[in-house]
């Protein structure tokens, strides 16, 4: 599991490595985003242990990767169509 310590640490890295103003697309999902609705529609929160599970399941479904990078692979070469 990532903790948003070691996101920060990663983002500082990438700003170096970049640059502050390098573009960038994310999905960032935290324990906040883990909890179930009642029939009044009020949120309950999902124990930290558990919304750590759902996180890092989400985190190892390689579904989710696949289909990012499929989408990515799709439109860089539909860039480097219009480029030509």
């Keep these: 599991m ?3 310590k070691q996101l920060r640490d990663i ?3 990438l700003m170096e490595v970049q640059g502050e103003d390098a573009p960038v697309a994310s999905w960032i999902l935290t324990k906040s985003d883990v909890y ?3 029939k009044n529609m009020n949120q309950t ?3 930290v242990e558990d919304a750590k599970e759902i996180l ?3 985190r190892e479904n390689s579904y989710i990767t ?3 990078f499929s989408v990515l ?3 860089i070469v539909d860039k480097e169509k219009e480029r030509c």
Aim: glycine share 0%; proline share 5%; no cysteine.
């Design 2 to 4: 990532l903790t948003l």
């Design 11 to 13: 983002i500082e890295l």
């Design 36 to 38: 179930s609705l009642d």
């Design 45 to 47: 929160e999902f124990p």
């Design 56 to 58: 890092d399941k989400i």
């Design 66 to 68: 696949t289909t990012i």
């Design 73 to 75: 692979d799709s439109l």
